[in-house]
């Protein structure tokens, strides 16, 4: 085979001459013919080489006759397909054509109508492509070419794929390998790896992942990299559809990479489509949202309209899960006209499930149906049976949601479905069936079913921030199981159910020694590059000076960032993933609750509120006066009122008199109806969602008592803490502790503070100015087992509560970044404002404390909304003297409060910290 390195120094007729004797006995037919497979080969290796060749050729090509003109046009039009230039590659294609027929090169011209097929195709010209591709079959076959026409015969089994005609394509694919099978090799790979895409679509995923591991090992033993690694992407897609999802991660990641290193720039954004699609799985919609207008220009580039409207698509559903029901439209109707265009049947039936799902989310299910059966007919005419079975489970829902039949139509879906989340679809919608028809035995079955699917898929997710969005977003089955059992009157069954919900959504994080070694140089120097940026878009602007970027800037940034985070723990990550849950008796309370000790669990199912009111001997379940619209609006107004007196201390005294009034009615709402009684003297509130939003602590009797005043109370999200308190040593002083005071010029009483809890920690080591770093709080959290003390600007990213942050001196920290971090302190404390507060997205329940208790702290003090200065270092200061006096956590919590609220009644001062633990 030529090399370049072989060519490169040939630079005249006479050079060329002498090449082409050397090696080729003087014939430039053979010396053409070689140059051309050479081009061929490395173009499935590497596509930077292949380019370096393709560019010699055209110097050599001068110093030939004109009639192998035409053979430089079709090395040149493959080059520039590979590279994402298909409208470049028709012109010299047809070109190269033109020039063959009138010199009567009908062999060549056939050879050379392949690569037109394939360009054709890309640019969506289906007819044109199909006409290439019969008139060299017609070709090959009238000459007896049974191999070349086999060739064909794939392109042809291409081109009805892509139109997902699939019955159709594989009926061309297995003509091809009827003829291929004799000889084996490269040929019958490519036509395998082809027949397992139609696999995929068809449902037989046993076959597709069998066929995609053979055909990799034979492109890798051949050398042909890039085949290898489109195998590769195959199966990593397959990992996705078959629930293996952090595998799936992690080959995506691996397989984008191998394209961008060998130059192909197409595949390497097919790869970034599909992890937009596998993002929204995963309830990830920020990041699909991200990737997906990552590869819009991209492929407006390539002339690639198909591509283009699955990014648009895969928006318009990305918006549609957050409730954006506005842009989702326009991004639709934009994908609509690219499918249109196109005439592709399958993604215009795409387009009219996605409608129907945003018809149901209004509860519009007349035109959700409609919209339903119209993909339902697309998608039957494609072939595509995965697809085909979405539509039936969304025409099921819309049926069933308007009563209008669909249990018959359940019973052939079941058959029909493979997929754990269309098992898990299914399920659900049947239970949300049977539990409006008040059939609560058959709907408790349906969700236990549906919850059984769901603890499978957690089981191949690593526990870490993605596995808990995941795991949120398949809340609603667990609900639907407890609303069923309160109906049917086995409260203790149904606050179990509940208490496993809570545990497996709230699922410590686990410590994972991470291979920071197998983690290139470039990926590191990206993510500090990408943190300086947002260190300085964090940065509080100065006396007079004005900001220039836009929030939108921002959440581009962030986005890289988690992107870039992403691809680092795709190196990380086990290859396999074999986790467990912590175990939960069906009874733990009764061995783990105290005499005088009451666990409140507040939950909220649909709109109906209400608390499991729990004993150690009994379990009572009791309805709040309360919806979850009014609860929600009233939780949003207190904390307006809490960052208004904050904010203006003119209005403080005003507005102190209007929050106790919030403040007693939330008495009344959620203390009140569970009456305590006596021998209480400990309340245990297991919480999660807009419940952790509210200040317990600061709420009134009728006699102007807090809650605090009259009951020892503790916070905990997981009933696995309540489970294993008692292994958990006491908090000593004796423990090594870090003090963390990052610069900041918005915070002025931060260096005052920590020089105050210096002072009572003497032994305390403390970070102040560049020292304040994000690493040195890795490494102390890790090292520490007394208190790490966080004392900087916080800020609660009020959309994707994984870009929550404090801000350290080298830039923000992210809940992400303790992935893989060891927290051996006791107590975390995060001094700034909000780090308790939830985004608005993933059910309210997400935040900085959280993810530092979720990481392993024992005990996390954050504030709920903004703080202030000076009240804010007083609380800290008597929060830690009291400490230092006593080894008592709760009793130097409550010995805060009281501290502060003397020095200020307002609760907007006092009462904005919350303590998680237990």
């Not at 060998?262 to 995963?282: F, Q, T």
């Not at 940026?533 to 964090?538: N, Q």
């Not at 610069?743 to 102040?768: C, D, Q, T, Y």
């Amino acid at each position: 085979m030529i090399e370049y390195s072989k060519i490169s120094g040939i630079s005249n007729q006479e050079e060329l001459d002498a090449f082409i004797k050397e090696f080729y006995e003087g014939d430039r037919d053979i010396f053409v013919s070689e140059l051309n497979k050479a081009v061929s080969r490395i173009l499935h290796v590497n596509l930077k080489e292949a380019g370096r060749i393709v560019k010699k050729a055209a110097e050599l090509f001068l110093y030939l006759p004109d009639h192998y003109r035409a053979r430089l046009w079709t090395i040149e039009a493959r080059y520039e397909n590979w590279c994402g230039n298909p409208q470049s590659a028709l012109r010299k294609y047809r070109r190269a054509i033109k020039k063959m027929l009138a010199l009567r090169q009908f062999e060549l011209a056939a050879r050379t109508r392949q690569g037109l097929m394939d360009v054709e195709m890309y640019l969506g010209k289906y007819d044109d492509a199909l006409r290439a591709g019969q008139k060299a079959l017609a070709y090959f076959k009238r000459k007896d070419n049974l191999n070349l026409a086999a060739r064909v015969m794939t392109n042809i089994g291409n081109i009805y794929h892509r139109l997902d005609k699939n019955r159709m394509a594989l009926r061309y694919y297995d003509r091809a390998r009827g003829i291929f099978v004799r000889d084996g090799g490269i040929p019958l790979a490519i036509v395998d790896y082809n027949r397992a895409n139609i696999f995929v679509n068809m449902g037989e995923l046993g076959k597709a992942e069998s066929l995609y591991r053979e055909t990799s090992k034979i492109y890798r033993h051949a050398g042909i990299t890039i085949n290898a690694v489109k195998a590769d992407y195959s199966l990593a897609y397959l990992y996705f559809l078959t629930d293996r999802y952090t595998r799936a991660l992690k080959a995506f990641e691996k397989v984008y990479q191998d394209f961008m290193d060998l130059g192909d720039n197409k595949s390497a954004a097919a790869a970034l489509l599909d992890m937009a699609e596998m993002n929204i799985y995963l309830h990830q919609y920020s990041s699909s949202i991200a990737l997906a207008e990552k590869v819009i220009p991209l492929y407006r580039k390539f002339k690639q309209p198909y591509e283009e409207g699955k990014a648009h698509y895969f928006v318009a559903q990305s918006l549609s899960r957050l409730g954006d029901h506005k842009d989702a439209g326009r991004y639709l109707t934009d994908a609509d006209k690219l499918f249109r265009s196109e005439d592709n049947r399958l993604w215009q039936g795409m387009v009219y499930y996605l409608k129907s799902q945003i018809d149901l989310d209004k509860n519009r299910t007349k035109s959700a149906i409609s919209s339903a059966r119209k993909s339902r007919e697309f998608f039957a005419a494609s072939g595509d049976e995965r697809r085909s079975v979405d539509a039936e489970l969304v025409l099921l829902e819309a049926e069933l949601s308007s009563n209008n039949g669909g249990l018959r139509r359940a019973k052939k879906i079941k058959e029909q479905v493979h997929l754990g989340y269309q098992k898990y679809n299914l399920l659900k919608v049947i239970g949300e069936y049977y539990l409006r028809r008040g059939d609560y035995r058959a709907a408790s079955h349906q969700f236990r079913a549906a919850i059984k699917i769901v603890e499978k898929m957690l089981l191949n997710l690593y526990p870490d921030e993605i596995r808990f969005f995941f795991t949120l977003g398949k809340q609603e089955a667990y609900l639907g199981l407890i609303e069923c059992l309160l109906k049917m009157g086995r409260v203790e069954e149904s606050f179990f159910e509940n208490s496993r919900a809570l545990a497996i959504i709230n699922q410590k994080i686990p410590f994972t020694k991470t291979r920071q070694n197998k983690i290139s140089q470039e990926y590191l120097h990206t993510r500090d590059n990408l943190r300086a940026r947002l260190k300085e878009l964090s940065r509080l602007p100065g006396s007079g000076e004005r900001r220039a970027d836009s929030p939108r800037t921002m959440k581009k940034a962030e986005q890289e960032l988690w992107q870039m985070e992403r691809k680092i723990r795709s190196i990380i990550y086990p290859s396999e993933v074999n986790f467990s849950y912590a175990s939960l008796p069906e009874n733990y309370y009764q061995g783990f609750l105290g005499d005088d000790e009451l666990l409140l669990n507040y939950v909220a199912i649909g709109e109906d509120l209400g608390v499991y009111r729990v004993r150690r001997e009994k379990t009572e379940y009791m309805p709040l006066g309360i919806s979850r619209t009014q609860m929600t609006s009233l939780i949003g107004e207190l904390h307006f009122l809490m960052e208004k007196s904050i904010y203006s201390a003119s209005e403080s005294a005003s507005l102190m008199h209007i929050i106790e009034d919030y403040q007693r009615r939330l008495y009344e709402v959620l203390i009140k109806p569970i009456k305590p009684g006596t021998g209480v003297g400990k309340m245990i509130f297991m919480i999660d969602g807009f419940f952790a939003q509210i200040p317990y602590w600061a709420l009134l009797d009728s006699k102007g008592v807090t809650l605090y005043q009259r009951y020892n109370l503790r916070f905990i999200s997981n009933p696995v803490d309540l489970k294993e308190r008692k292994s958990l040593l006491p908090y000593k002083i004796s423990g090594s502790s870090a003090i963390f005071v990052a610069e900041n010029s918005g915070l002025p009483m931060v260096n005052a503070e920590g020089k105050r809890i210096k002072e009572h920690f003497e032994n305390a080591e403390l970070f102040g100015g560049a020292d304040a770093s994000c690493g040195k709080l890795l490494n102390s959290l890790g090292r520490a087992d007394g208190f790490v003390h966080i004392a900087t600007h916080a800020s609660r990213a009020s959309e994707n509560p994984l870009f929550s942050r404090i801000l350290m001196s080298d830039g923000p920290f992210f809940p992400f970044d303790l992935f893989g971090a060891k927290i051996n302190a006791r107590l975390v404390t995060l001094s700034g404002c909000q780090t308790a507060a939830p985004g608005v997205f993933y059910g309210n329940s997400f935040s900085l404390a959280k993810a530092f208790y979720q990481a392993g702290a024992r005990y996390v003090l954050a504030s709920l909304w903004p703080i202030s200065d000076k009240t804010g270092m007083v609380f800290m200061d008597e929060f830690y003297a009291e400490l230092r006096k006593h080894e008592d956590i709760f009793g130097a919590y409550h010995q805060a409060l009281e501290k502060t609220r003397e020095l200020n009644l307002n609760p907007a001062f006092w009462s904005p910290f919350v303590l998680l633990g237990i």
